[in-house]
T-cell receptor, first 111, second 111 residues
Framework: DAKTTQPPSMDCAEGRAANLPCNHS???????VYWYRQIHSQGPQYIIH?????ETNEMASLIITEDRKSSTLILPHATLRDTAVYYC????????????WGLGTSLAVNP | DAGITQSPRHKVTETGTPVTLRCHQT?????MYWYRQDPGHGLRLIHY???????DKGEVSDGYSVSRSKTEDFLLTLESATSSQTSVYFC??????????FGNGTRLTVT
């Protein structure tokens, strides 16, 4: 599974877009990029995942570079409730291999 | 929360006593996982299961055992609890080609 690197913390103003970067230079060709977030004391929550193409759902957008060595999670209009730790991980589809979770990015959305 | 219930939610126990944590799912997912989360370490896999009676060790399995006699239940046992096992424990489930979904955790304190 790919090792991922994320900045330890970021700030964002409420209502603005939050762009969270992730480097995954060792990701293999068939490994998906997954994003999760964890709000204090709760279990991690799935946000979005992608392989090569950019993806969008009701929570966020995921932009993956063409060489797949990095990606950006975009929260288009951040709210105070988006304050959380965001994790980027690599995972093979249909595989129960062990995921390696880093420490993620602690995003603070400020009023 | 994706039909995952962890019990108990909080437990305080003494060193040397046995403890069993339960994860119950209503999604009929094949894969189930136990993680622990500690400050400065992120999520670390303890054990996982890829079917009834099929389990395997994760990266921090020493001192823990698991059992899965039914699809819906995955039990984590600390045979003789130690203070180093004070942690927040998360159960997660997953089916083929689906994301991991987490329960809300069990906070265990070993005194």
């Amino acid at each position: 599974d790919a090792k991922t690197t994320q900045p330890p913390s970021m700030d964002c103003a409420e209502g603005r877009a939050a762009n969270l970067p992730c480097n995954h230079s060792t990701i293999s060709g068939n490994e998906y990029v997954y994003w999760y977030r964890q709000i204090h004391s709760q279990g991690p929550q799935y946000i979005i995942h992608g392989l090569k193409n950019n993806e969008t759902n009701e929570m966020a957008s995921l932009i993956i570079t063409e060489d797949r060595k990095s990606s950006t999670l975009i929260l288009p209009h951040a709210t105070l409730r988006d304050t959380a730790v965001y994790y980027c991980i690599g995972l093979l589809a249909g595989n129960n291999r062990k995921l390696i979770w880093g420490l993620g990015t602690s995003l603070a959305v400020n009023p | 929360d994706a039909g995952i219930t962890q019990s108990p939610r909080h437990k305080v126990t003494e060193t040397g006593t046995p403890v069993t944590l339960r994860c119950h799912q209503t999604e009929n997912h094949r894969y189930m996982y136990w993680y622990r989360q500690d400050p400065g370490h992120g999520l670390r896999l303890i054990h996982y299961s890829y079917g009834v009676k099929d389990t395997d060790k994760g990266e921090v399995s020493d001192g823990y055992s698991v059992s899965r006699s039914k699809t819906e239940d995955f039990l984590l046992t600390l045979e003789s609890a130690t203070s180093s096992q004070t942690s927040v424990y998360f159960c997660a489930i997953r089916d083929l080609n689906s994301p991991l979904h987490f329960g809300n955790g069990t906070r265990l304190t070993v005194t």
